[in-house]
């Protein structure tokens, strides 16, 4: 942002990474300056609504309804725009509006990002293939320092974040925070490095390749 002020999807991660902090007046400050460089940008209406204070409930909800009439959305920023209504209205008091909102977004979404349950099982079904335990107990997945690290994984909202920090609290535990590098070092990058898509790759991953990731 020192070299591109002007950059609004800059002000809008760095708005996401302060509210991820609990850093909830920055996070507000930085997003409400990328909507003043680009007004009509759904993505950050869409962050600033989640942060909304309840007295500004109704004129996001406002926002938010104005943005779906908007011409040439794609299906799946129309999908997130209702989703944003939806939390919005509810924290307004307005649950049957809310409730019709979620249901709209849900129903879209299905159309535009259809799932496949079998397609899903197959590729845990190949994780758990590869990572087994004689892959955990290999020379190159064990450490000799002591430090081991803890993976927390769920669903959304279903308290990942709070267990991280009660688990920070502890003078031993060092928290890592939430990120996605790991995501894309394993999807991309990793079978990229070694001409391997995942799962795969993590068979072939020598020290070196994990030195790399850590690196990374």
Do not use: K
């Amino acid at each position: 942002l020192a070299f591109s002020p002007g950059l609004a999807v800059g002000w809008t991660t760095a708005g996401l990474l302060h509210g991820d902090a609990g850093a909830f007046g920055p996070a507000r400050r930085s997003i409400d300056r990328a909507r003043l460089i680009a007004p009509t940008e759904p993505t950050s209406l869409i962050a600033r609504a989640d942060l909304a204070e309840d007295g500004e409930c109704p004129a996001f909800a406002a926002a938010l309804d104005a943005a779906l009439h908007r011409p040439g959305l794609s299906g799946r920023l129309r999908a997130r725009l209702l989703h944003s209504l939806g939390r919005t209205l509810d924290r307004a008091g307005h649950v049957d509006r809310a409730f019709d909102a979620v249901t709209a977004a849900h129903t879209l979404r299905r159309r535009v990002e259809p799932y496949d349950p079998a397609e899903d099982s197959a590729f845990f079904d190949s994780i758990a293939r590869t990572c087994n335990a004689a892959w955990w107990r290999s020379p190159h997945n064990l450490r000799s320092d002591g430090v081991r690290p803890v993976f927390i994984v769920g669903m959304p909202r279903s308290g990942t974040t709070i267990v991280e920090q009660m688990l920070s609290r502890h003078p031993a535990v060092a928290a890592g925070g939430e990120s996605l590098i790991l995501q894309s070092i394993l999807f991309q990058e990793l079978p990229q490095r070694l001409g391997q898509d995942f799962p795969d790759c993590l068979t072939a991953a020598a020290p070196a390749d994990w030195a790399w990731a850590a690196e990374r």
